[in-house]
């Protein structure tokens, strides 16, 4: 039975662990820690929501670590989530749901993970928010970016906060941001690769900038300071493939260096794989997991090549993530008035 711990102090030791791999000897359970600051309602962060992406966690233990000893500037509340995937390294273990595919709103059957994510909102909602963040890092090569579920003045403003680059969308269902996006601006940040110094210190900066905001301005971004896009589309390889980033002969063969073209504006005609399997193509599925890979994917003498003018993000060189999640996003520019 998944049981979630609730705390009103840091427990002993924190500051001296040296990885989210030892975060479960102090916090066996999910755990939810309130924090007493300067003004409410409290600002929510959720990190190890992929028990792999440690970013959250260190830029967390040395936000803390600066108020060590003064009072926040604002109440807290962090949420450290997959402590149990965490604990291997891992993205989640086999058996676990996504932990960031299981929060109100998801499609996902109840069990155990979703009633903790309703638990927690729960609480959140109760003690009244001022903002959410939740923090994860990418496999591939990619700037920083904030991701929204809702397109409204605040969650944009908190968005541009961490970067110039946004994304919109409002597929999978049963993250984190579409939940709390119901009660409080709300944003996931996606801040590179894990383990990676620049990145902690570029999350400890924006949580503590917000923690300081005295409020979310309501006034529309001038639209030159925000690249907005919106994910049209996710991208997977056929079950019944194989494919491969370095063997040639695999029936799907991936562009080695694929991921350099994330945040990339490419033009149609973009080759993404070869293969001599004539058959095979690469998948897209719309937001309501409609396969439509003949709107997004051409095939040209053996090339697979974008149909349309479309920017990919989160490509990753990760073959079990990609069986596990996927490929990539595909991404339009929105619109900006
Ligand atoms: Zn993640």
């Not at 998944?2 to 102090?9: F, K, P, Y």
């Not at 996902?108 to 903002?131: G, H, P, Y």
């Not at 970016?145 to 680059?165: E, H």
Request: glycine content about 6%; proline content about 7%.
């Amino acid at each position: 039975m998944l049981q979630l711990t609730e705390l009103d102090s840091l427990p002993e030791g924190f500051f001296a662990l040296n990885s989210p791999r030892e975060l479960h000897t102090l916090m066996p359970n999910p755990t939810l820690l309130h924090l007493q600051g300067r003004r409410e309602p409290c600002l929510f962060i959720s990190v190890l929501l992929h028990g792999n992406e440690d970013t959250g966690f260190f830029a967390v233990q040395q936000l803390l670590r600066k108020y060590q000893g003064q009072v926040l500037p604002r109440s807290l509340s962090i949420f450290f989530g997959n402590v149990e995937a965490a604990t291997f390294g891992k993205r989640r273990l086999d058996g676990q749901p996504d932990y960031n595919r299981v929060w109100p709103g998801t499609d996902m059957e109840d069990c155990d993970e979703t009633r903790l994510m309703a638990q927690i909102t729960e609480i959140m909602v109760e003690k009244n928010l001022f903002a959410s963040i939740d923090v994860h890092n990418n496999t591939g090569k990619n700037p920083h970016y904030g991701c929204i579920n809702v397109l409204d003045n605040r969650s944009l403003q908190l968005a541009r906060l961490f970067s110039n680059i946004a994304v919109y969308f409002e597929t999978p269902r049963g993250i984190q941001s579409m939940a709390m996006a119901q009660y409080c601006p709300a944003v996931t940040i996606e801040c590179g690769k894990p383990g990676v110094a620049h990145g902690i210190e570029h999350v400890l900066e924006f949580l503590d900038a917000v923690l300081h905001l005295q409020d979310l301005s309501d006034h529309p971004l001038p639209p030159h300071d925000i690249n907005l896009y919106q994910t049209v589309a996710r991208v997977t390889l056929p079950e019944e493939y194989a494919f491969s980033f370095s063997n040639t002969a695999a029936d799907i063969h991936l562009l080695p260096a694929l991921d350099r073209y994330n945040f990339s504006e490419l033009p149609a005609g973009t080759v993404f794989a070869h293969s001599n399997h004539p058959q095979a193509n690469l998948q897209a599925w719309d937001d309501e997991n409609v396969e439509v890979s003949e709107h997004f994917f051409t095939r040209e003498q053996g090339k697979i090549c974008l149909k349309l003018p479309l920017m990919p993000a989160m490509l990753t060189l990760d073959e079990s993530i990609i069986r596990q999640d996927c490929l990539c996003y595909l991404m339009k520019r929105l619109p900006w008035e």
